[in-house]
């Protein structure tokens, strides 16, 4: 078997709600895989099998990740390096592109040359650009959410602020006119 460990975090946030990690080999889904309290997860992987990691939590764009563990036959009797990652999740905005993420963010197979498995590192150049783009326009919204909600949040305290002051002056004008009426009163009073 293949031993995979990992950890996943959350952009901006100490966690998610709903976080899981569901399991594919090939196209059918296998199990949801628990995660600890701190984000860490281990699974064992069976060899000569294709899998999918799909990393999701609720309001967060879900990212993959594939592994292959395909091996020459001369490996097959071999134990192997424990393969770890990290997966940090974004949360989602609406009207960001992130088409991006159905696809793997990552590819993890089996290297004769190295009698190992590694990152398939053409692979991730090319979509590390796409990916990034995509994270920055997410980071934007981040941002961009950040400082609509900061607005509103002065526009609330101003409009308090205007009803208080609305408020002590009514209360101020409430008082003059009793002054007025009582000094009307005893004016009307010394009258008689």
Request: charged letters at 35%.
């Amino acid at each position: 078997y293949l031993e995979v460990k990992g950890r996943v975090t959350f952009k901006n946030e100490s966690s998610g709600t709903d976080e899981k990690i569901d399991l594919y080999e090939g196209n059918n889904f296998i199990k949801s895989v628990p995660l600890e309290r701190n984000g860490k997860f281990t699974i064992d992987l069976d060899i000569n099998k294709d899998y999918i990691f799909e990393f999701s939590a609720e309001g967060h764009v879900t990212k993959k990740i594939s592994i292959n563990t395909e091996v020459p036959e001369k490996y097959a009797d071999r134990s192997f390096t424990p393969i770890y990652f990290a997966v940090e999740l974004f949360r989602q905005y609406q009207g960001v592109n992130t088409l991006v993420f159905t696809q793997p963010v990552g590819i993890i197979k089996f290297y004769e040359g190295i009698g190992d498995f590694d990152y398939d590192v053409d692979y991730s150049s090319e979509i590390r650009s796409k990916i990034d783009k995509a994270e920055e326009q997410l980071e934007q919204a981040r941002r961009d959410k950040l400082e609509e909600k900061r607005q509103e949040e002065i526009a609330q305290r101003q409009q308090e602020l205007a009803a208080q002051q609305a408020a002590e002056e009514a209360e101020r004008l409430r008082k003059i006119e009793e002054a007025k009426a009582a000094a009307e009163a005893r004016r009307k009073a010394e009258e008689q």
